[in-house]
């Protein structure tokens, strides 16, 4: 079992740039794949980006790929999202969360952070 907690958010111009934190609980985080969702207010949880368990694998949403890049240290336990390119539509409270499916749905994860607000202004 893992238990998530992000850090990094904060506010930023579109086209800056923001890296997201999670670092995770626990001995056994280098078993899980890692993914990060974003809820925006009156929208729907939606997927951003995963990565498997040894890094080998990654997966993105349309919206963020060429702009975003998901990886991780299981050294450190973390896995990160660096986000370049931000637009006024990135704002959302963005979560990190951790399963062995590899998925690219809420469902598909049990183990989730509290989240971290990112704001791009215009």
């Known amino acids: 079992q893992v238990q998530p907690v992000e850090s990094g958010g904060g506010l930023v111009q579109a086209g800056g740039s923001l890296r997201l934190s999670c670092a995770a609980s626990?001995?056994?985080?280098?078993?899980?794949?890692m993914g990060w969702f974003r809820q925006a207010p009156g929208k729907e949880r939606e997927f951003v980006a995963a990565i498997s368990w040894s890094g080998g694998r990654t997966n993105y949403a349309d919206s963020v790929k060429g702009r975003f890049i998901i990886f991780r240290d299981n050294a450190k336990n973390t896995v990160y999202l660096q986000m370049n390119s931000l637009k006024p539509e990135d704002t959302a409270v963005y979560y990190c969360?951790?399963?062995?499916?590899?998925?690219?749905?809420?469902?598909?994860?049990?183990?989730w952070g509290q989240g971290t607000q990112v704001t791009v202004s215009s």
């Open positions: 626990g001995r056994s985080f280098s078993n899980y794949d």
């Open positions: 969360a951790a399963d062995v499916n590899f998925g690219i749905t809420a469902a598909e994860y049990r183990y």
